[in-house]
């Protein structure tokens, strides 16, 4: 191992467990293809494609040589009265691969900010139709959209609002549709829990839907472990949205860029929204990028005013040159390669390996959909977190990334995986497991 030319101790690195940590660094300092490599030397197969977000595997030749193009050609433009080329060509890239008339595209520059751009395109859009009075959201419970103040108000991951005082004001949450008695070790869909979509009746009841703007919901939970929606659930929140006029959000971060085995969740679940965050995969995480597509009712609404700023909302970095040429370069190679296929081949292949863990020490349940999946440990009685923790200490030491939210350990690999490759992430987890108290 070189030595390290950095001191890890006196700076803090956001977003983890800091002391734990810095006591054993897991540094790692390239990658190619499903690999990483870490600071020993190591290879590390990756099962998470980083963080949910580098569906087009590591360092791909293309999309490195479009960002090194575009740094020596255009590096920055305004996009406050000025544009470049980069982010229309990419609008239109992305608005051909989203489904109906999902043909709107407005660019940020994170999954955060996608969120508060799409709440905010919500709150706006009702305010253009002469319907300002519709300013509540409903998320949901064990709900992850990002870490911005729109985003944690809708979200409902309590570690990630408790300390944040009282965040928007007029938010509700629809129950999380998670029961391990009623669906333990269901394969795609449960068939149990799409009854709890009613709830948004009793929410529109208490509060009457001319105060509501929009409900968000990822289509599938990611970060809280894969949670799958049951069957007939996002079907039934698209009725009741419809009949009360209310915005149907779907935070498709995670599931966006063919995740699914298609280019969005919309498509697979065959349910339409009216708004689509997307972050991570559409520039494979080369460059951050996160976006907004909305529906062509949505757009118009904002186009019936009298000339000027239609919506007072953008970033600096919005449609960024080095992010859009990215962004351009990985759908390309998405199409080329025909990723998003090969997940949706690989869906079965990775649903019996990801099932075959059944039965090991502390499985407790095993769900999954696409390439997607998640095994819940039972949580030891005096430290929840802790066995998954080990798991994913052991799964690094054994050479292979995972990730873990609690006790889950969650699998979300490159769409390039290999049958081989899901052999050994599986294979990999249940020797860990089975060295696990
Ligand atoms: C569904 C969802 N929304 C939003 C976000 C936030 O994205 P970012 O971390 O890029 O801000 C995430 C991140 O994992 C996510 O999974």
């Known amino acids: 191992m070189t030595p390290r030319d950095y001191d890890l101790e006196p700076f ?74 980069g982010p229309f060509r990419l609008a239109q890239t992305i608005a051909q691969l989203a489904p109906a008339d999902l043909d709107h595209v407005f660019f940020a520059n994170s999954g955060s900010e996608a969120v508060d751009t799409a709440l905010k395109i919500a709150l706006a859009y009702h305010r253009a139709r002469g319907e300002g009075h519709r300013t509540r959201f409903i998320g949901r419970e064990r709900a992850y959209h990002g870490v911005g103040f729109g985003g944690i108000s809708v979200g409902g991951m309590t570690p990630n609002r408790k300390a944040f005082g009282a965040m928007l004001p007029g938010v509700d949450h ?26 948004l009746e009793r929410i529109v009841a208490l509060h009457d839907a001319s105060n509501i703007a929009a409900v968000i919901v990822e289509p599938v939970q990611g970060s809280t472990g894969v949670v799958v929606p049951p069957k007939g659930y996002l079907e039934k929140l698209r009725a ?39 972050a991570k995969g559409v520039t494979s995480a080369t460059v951050p990028m996160g976006g907004v597509i909305a529906r062509k009712h949505v757009h118009d609404a904002f186009m019936q005013g009298p000339d000027g700023i239609e919506l007072f909302h953008g970033y600096t970095y919005s449609g960024h040159p080095l992010a859009a040429a990215a962004g351009e370069a990985t759908l390309a190679l998405y199409h080329e390669e025909q990723l998003f296929a090969h997940a949706g ?22 769900r999954n959909i696409g390439l997607m999946a998640a095994i819940e ?5 005096d430290k929840p977190g802790a066995r998954g923790y080990e798991a994913l200490v052991r799964c ?25 490759q899901i052999d050994e992430i599986f294979g990999t987890i249940g020797k860990v497991l089975r060295t696990i108290e």
């Open 12 to 85: 803090w690195m956001p977003f983890t467990a800091n002391r734990q940590f810095k006591a054993a660094p897991r540094i790692l300092v390239s990658a190619k293809d499903m690999h990483y490599t870490a600071e020993d030397g190591r290879r590390i197969l990756d099962s998470t494609a980083g963080l949910w977000c580098v569906n087009a595997g590591h360092c791909r030749d293309s999309i490195v040589r479009a960002i090194q193009q575009q740094a020596g050609s255009l590096d920055f433009a305004p996009t406050f009265q000025m544009g470049h080329p």
């Open 174 to 199: 629809l129950p999380h549709t998670y029961d391990r008695e009623k669906i333990a070790f269901t394969r795609g869909q449960p068939d149990w829990g799409g009854h709890l979509a009613d709830d």
């Open 240 to 278: 009741i949205c419809d009949k009360h006029g209310i915005l149907l959000i779907f935070d498709e971060v995670i599931t966006g860029f063919g995740r699914l085995g298609k280019a969005f969740a919309a498509e697979y679940f065959n349910v339409m929204p009216d708004l689509v965050t997307f």
């Open 345 to 366: 081949n690989l869906a079965g292949y990775f649903e019996e390996a990801a099932h075959s863990l059944r039965g090991l020490p502390n499985v407790i349940d095993i």
């Open 377 to 381: 440990l039972a949580p030891r009685a």
């Open 396 to 420: 690094f030491e054994a050479g292979l990334l995972t990730r873990t939210t609690g006790d889950t350990l969650a699998c979300s690999p490159p769409l390039i995986v290999s049958k081989a």
